[in-house]
């Protein structure tokens, strides 16, 4: 059976770790980059990501000198995103020992680079984020550019246009939830999940385990986690015991092997 | 010294990582005379079958990769779509014909809600527990990751090694004689994935 | 909240997990321990480790110590049944009770051994106990770390490749289970020593408070350099059978040494986490965020050796766990936060399902040492600047 899967989030400003709420509030340092994903390995996570906050509003692509220097001893699953718009830079971060990208503003603005990227390097690599808000009367609107741009689409519409443009897996993170360590938006993974043929990996408001069981029972096939685990005395290794003593199908752990 | 196969396509970089992880000597090439030269080749690949063929094809790497595979019989391994590239043909956006070393098809993963394609993350081997390569692998503990949405149909039922679940048995290794193969990320796999390396690594025909 | 229908180990711990009999991991680790390891054989593994260094430099090994029951029974072991020269690595962690170093004098006169002890800058150790207990809810990063990355400096400085560290963690958690055989390394170290921050992370959070340097022993040495000297660190308890109470007999009897009463635990149990005057603070932190405290975590191991009845030790754990210790006023004045910012600082710290009721805590009977316990006041600023209210900064 595979197993759901559970992802810390670093994101990475001026080559450190840094944390926020909901994208623009209250920025706190979260540590090194290369010797926490280091750590994370050590706790035998599933798979790491890591996302450039100014690569898009700096205009430039991500680097992928976080992942070379960690690649050397690290050995699972990296994702790296932020700021990717051309095809030679999937090139350089896949060459830098990536395994998938994330496309997030390129895609609302040019989203043939989705379909392009899929065919060049195999829909497998290509991970779409969207970034969406919750309205008071209810609606909710992806948002481009760090969720500073919104767009026209319902989280829901657009999923499905990138599943039809080859995404291989959604990244589906609610801004108004992001930090807040107040749970997942349920409805919304529940609602994106079952129509979605391909995976949903959910992003934002981990603060409890209940929360990580929550979301991955609504439907989401893998959960990042980012606040939770910088702020608080919680680790990958209990998050796993956890789900694993409540009936969620994780790795289970017996000692250090998995 | 063991090669690692540059054709353009595979998280080279983290192969190479590995194998050096354990003091082994690696080249990434497509040079024919290091590939003759090298005691092992590894044949890795991310992305689309028919590109992968078309850019080995480009570099003359198939006749010299299907001498080293069934003249000379070096020990090869194959992973992810490197794995695939040993089958016959696929049918991956396409019809594509592979290197055909071993009798088998690659057809896409059949599965239905909420089973989703790709098959990507975690999923646990079956396999035999006395076989030389899943040495230090225990079954219940033999997670190893994923990511693909095609997957190998062996037409020899002695091809197949390993299988996973996914909406049912899906080929997870196969073995050929000296031809071995991996549909999982064994570099990607932490120490499960670098156990079975270091495994095959140690293997003398 | 689950518990194990064995012993008391709720699922707030961190490794749990529990079979289909609702048996914890531990439990079963235990079992294993007793029922399928072979000693004899383990033994004979040891025997070999020990030619292999003997005689070999200034030292044969190095022995991390702090001088509570398990260090000093190691020491004894490897002075008296290895018949190998040691040397003794200390860190002080400033919070060592006055009967240590009487017990300390005892041992080292009678088992003859050189000690090196090393002392971090006690305005660093104050910045990271706040730090950590902002980030993680527990102020002991810097012990954990102090100790397990600065003795392997030691022994690096030394030129001493084995050390010898005391029981498998397998014996209470399950990080790792006897069969590994875990090596005491750095990736030991990530999973379960640093609480996921190195010192790198911690100079970063310091902002500027504390220099880089004065970090160093915090820092996991480099892994050429362990490499280089061919670094052998390993737990003495995955080699003989660790039996505390057996041990904790011979070291009374051979070299006199003492326990003496522990906050938050039954009397019994005055051979535990005797060293520490922070203690009673460190367990109600995790009482506080996870529902146990040490008295827990003491019967359950007690019901594991068949030593006691699941009955018994659910009264003495209702009796026990869980106080509020009577030092904490002398804690709260090292760090400079009152006892609401606290409980503030712990709150996103709980692990669900466990939720703290302040309502229901009594407080716990005053150690017969604590006069004893150092005052010395600090006159300089702690931490980063509190607002203008004067409350400490909170992360989240």
């Not at chain 1, 309205?135 to 948002?143: I, K, L, N, Q, T």
Request: aromatic share 10%.
């Amino acid at each position: 059976m595979l197993k759901k899967r559970i992802i810390p989030k670093f994101l990475v400003r001026g080559g450190r770790l840094v944390k926020g709420v909901r994208f623009h509030e209250n920025f706190r340092e979260a540590g090194n980059p290369v010797s926490t994903a280091k750590v994370y390995d050590a706790y035998g996570v599933d798979e790491l990501l890591f996302v450039d906050i100014d690569a898009t509003p700096q205009d430039r692509p991500a680097t992928g000198s976080i992942i070379e220097r960690v690649s050397e001893e690290v050995f699972m699953p990296f994702t790296v995103g932020g700021g990717v718009r051309h095809l030679d830079e999937i090139a350089v971060l896949l060459r830098s020992g990536a395994d998938k990208v994330c496309i997030n503003t390129a895609a609302i603005e040019n989203p043939a680079f989705v379909r392009d990227a899929a065919s060049r390097y195999g829909n497998q690599c290509i991970v779409v984020g969207i970034d969406y808000k919750v309205f008071a009367d209810g609606s909710a609107r992806v948002f481009s550019r760090c969720g500073s741009k919104e767009s026209t689409y319902g989280p829901l519409e657009w999923a499905l246009r990138m599943q039809d443009a080859h995404a291989g897996e959604i990244m589906l993170c609610s801004i108004d939830r992001d930090g807040t360590m107040g749970g997942y938006d349920l409805d919304m993974i529940a609602q994106v999940s079952d129509q979605l043929e391909i995976p949903l990996i959910a992003s934002s408001g981990a603060g409890t385990l209940q929360h990580c069981h929550d979301a991955l029972s609504a439907g989401a096939s893998a959960i990042t986690i980012s606040s939770m685990f910088l702020f608080s005395d919680h680790s990958p290794i209990k998050v796993r015991s956890y789900l694993a003593t409540n009936g969620v199908n994780v790795r289970a752990q017996k000692g250090s092997h998995s | 010294m063991i090669a690692i196969v540059d054709y353009g396509m595979g998280n080279v970089r983290s192969l190479k990582n590995a194998f050096e992880y354990f003091g082994h000597d690696v080249v990434i090439t497509a040079d024919p005379e290091k590939l003759n030269t090298a005691d092992r080749i590894v044949l890795p690949g991310v992305g689309a079958f028919g590109d992968a063929m078309a850019s080995i094809r480009q570099r003359r790497l198939d006749a010299v990769l299907t001498h080293q595979a069934l003249v000379i019989k070096k020990p090869m391994l194959g992973i992810c779509l490197g794995m695939q590239l040993f089958a016959k043909r696929s049918i991956e956006h396409g019809d594509h014909v592979g290197l055909g070393w071993i009798d088998a098809d690659i057809q896409r993963l059949q599965v239905s809600q909420p089973l989703k394609i790709p098959h990507v993350g975690w999923n646990e081997l079956h396999f035999p527990d006395s076989d030389w390569l899943f040495q230090g692998i225990r079954s219940g503990e033999a997670n190893f990751y994923f990511v693909h949405s095609f997957h190998m149909v062996c037409h020899n039922a002695s091809d197949l090694l390993a299988t996973t679940d996914y909406g049912g048995p899906v080929t997870a290794v196969i073995r050929a004689g000296n031809l071995l193969a991996m549909q999982f990320h064994p570099e990607k796999s932490q120490d499960n994935g670098l156990k079975l390396l270091e495994n095959w690594v140690n293997w003398k025909p | 909240m689950k518990r194990c229908t064995k012993c008391l180990t709720k699922e707030t711990v961190d490794t749990i997990t529990y079979d289909e009999f609702g048996v914890c991991s531990v439990c079963r680790q235990v079992e294993f321990k007793k029922e399928k390891i072979d000693w004899e054989g383990r033994k004979l593994q040891l025997q070999s480790i020990v030619a292999e260094h003997q005689g070999r430099g200034l030292y044969d090994c190095v022995v991390p110590y702090s001088g509570g029951k398990d260090s000093v029974f190691q020491l004894w072991y490897i002075v008296k049944e290895l018949k190998l020269k040691p040397l003794v690595v200390r860190y002080n962690h400033w919070g060592y009770r006055p009967l240590v170093a009487e017990n300390n004098t005892k041992v080292f006169k009678q088992l003859g051994v050189d000690v090196v002890e090393f002392t971090p800058n006690f305005h660093v150790v104050r910045e990271l106990m706040l730090e950590s207990l902002k980030r993680r809810g527990d102020f002991c990063w810097h012990c954990h770390t102090g100790i397990y990355a600065g003795v392997m400096h030691m022994a690096l400085r030394f030129d001493t490749p084995l050390i010898f560290w005391g029981e498998s963690t397998a014996e209470y958690h399950s990080w790792y289970t006897f069969e590994e055989m875990e090596e005491v390394d750095e990736k030991r170290f990530n999973r379960l020593m640093n609480q996921g921050m190195t010192a790198d992370d911690m100079y970063e959070f310091l902002n500027g408070r504390v220099e880089r340097r004065d970090l160093w022993m915090f820092d996991y040495p480099k892994r050429k350099d362990l490499i280089r000297l061919k670094v052998q660190s390993i737990c003495l308890g995955n080699y003989i059978e660790w039996d505390t109470k057996r041990q904790v007999d011979i070291i009374k009897r051979e070299l006199d040494w003492k326990g003496q009463a522990v906050e938050g635990v039954p009397p019994q149990y005055d051979y535990e986490k005797i060293e520490c005057t922070f203690q009673g603070m460190r367990d109600y932190a995790k009482f506080v965020k996870r529902g146990y405290g040490r008295a827990n975590h003491l019967l359950s191991i007690d019901i594991r050796n068949h030593e006691m009845g699941r009955e018994e030790a659910l009264a003495l754990e209702q009796k026990y766990d869980g106080k509020r210790p009577a030092s904490i006023d002398w804690f709260l004045s090292i760090l400079q936060i009152t006892e609401s910012e606290f409980y503030e600082l712990l709150e996103k710290h709980q692990v669900f399902p466990w939720e703290f009721d302040a309502s229901k805590i009594e407080t716990g009977e005053v150690m017969p040492d604590m006069a004893q316990w150092d005052n010395t006041k600090v006159d300089k600023p702690l931490g980063s600047p509190k607002d203008e209210e004067g409350r400490t900064e909170k992360y989240v």
